[in-house]
């Protein structure tokens, strides 16, 4: 895939609304900034890519088990998570154009096009002055350095800039009717923290043993500043995250598994392991003592769609001083109570979302029989998680054949997402069926009546072959996985 194909970027969006995937929200009274809509196809690979991640974290591993917290929680949760003092990012506003930035996003854009001009050298010093200033919160060192390197607004083309200052992404609301500052809550940033408050209960109702892990998937909400990559970067959406809570001392080793286990799940949608790399943090948070992102190479450049933490006990121990409540595991192994420490996986479903999409989507241009030019844009979405797996096509909607098909759609539908379709003829159907990216295609023809056989079409080799109905949904089962 070519990095920084704000083309195809942009095809990839047009696509999505096109044919029922994202919208923007709202889009009636002009949309609302970064939020989006799943359409009835997005949505549909929506749970699906949820359900795979729920499967691999949940039924495969015998330690691990998931929750549903919901999404207000006590407002003393982000006292003691850390969020209120620090979920901030340093922002700069330009004084010409009032438009605001964040400061890394400032500085990796200018980064982007030194890279271009063939200033790799540059490049290395300037990120890596960015992130020693980041890691010290070093602000004033930071609008020098944006000075210095005459970084300038992308709208007013000048670099006359403000003071950075930091920024709490934290949505607020009001619990009840009375309006103090006391009934003050926050749409959650991020599911973990409903994990860390249900940690002894889980713990004790499913009768885990450490090590052991709990899975939620569930809304998150940001008030992100810079919001413009359609879905890689929203103000809400949703996270699937994993605790996995471990003995003090052994985290380095759960990091390690953790970080291969991953990659393993990405591997499991048949993407290459060359669009992916791991990216260390130099920054730790708070609560980190190792962090790494997983990034991939979107057409808007390598980007991260999984964040793995090692979290230490900073979680637990915190909620116990403000809670009061004891957060302690006793080992029966070694005969000791402690507060484990946390290993975290945490991917974004609209991200990995968008990075199915990015990986499926495909033109394709090749010459006919007859020398012409024929061409069909394609998703090649991987099976497990098509929206629709199956696409039944009478050849005519008359003669018994519409008959035939329901007959089929009838044995089938019980199995997996089957989509009946009679308009148009049966090469548009199929264009259809592989901008939706539905990996097979069967035909219903007057052949069917006699020998009561259909014709299969392949998505990505649009190989044809006759096969027979009796049987069909297993056929589909097996080329699925
Ligand atoms: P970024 O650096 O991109 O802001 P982050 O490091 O703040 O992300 P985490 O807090 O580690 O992200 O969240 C875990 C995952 O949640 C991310 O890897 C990403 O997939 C997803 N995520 C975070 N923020 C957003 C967002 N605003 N929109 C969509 N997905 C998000």
Redesign the pocket.
Known sequence: MVINDQNKFQAIISHAKEYGFVFQSSEIYDGLSAVYDYGPWGSELKKNIREAWWNAMTRMHDNIVGIDAAIFMHPTTWKASGHVDNFSDPMIDNKDSKKRYRVDHLLEAAADEWIKAGKEKEVEQLLSEMEALLASNDFAGLKQLIEQNNIKCSVSGTNNWTDVRQFNLMFSTQLGSVSDEASEIYLRP?TAQGIFVNFLNVQKTARMKIPFGIAQVGK?F?N?IV?RQF?????E?E?MEMQFFVRPGTQQEWYAYWKEERMKWHASFGIPASSYRFHDHVKLAHYADAAV?IEFAFPIGW?????I?SRTDFDLKSHQQFSGKKLQYFDTEINQHYIPYVIET???L???FLLTLCHAYQEEKWNKEDGSEDSRVVLKIPAKVAPIKLAVLPLLKKEGLPEIAKEIMAACRNEFYCFYEEKDTIGKRYRRMDALGTPFCITIDHQTKEDQTVTIRYRDTMQQERIPIAGLAQFIKQKMN
Do not use: L
């Not at 980007?303 to 964040?307: I, L």
């Open positions: 991020e998150a940001r992100e919001a879905i890689f970067r929203m103000r959406f996270q992102d980007k991260e769609v999984e964040g933490h945490s991917i974004g609209d991200r990995m």
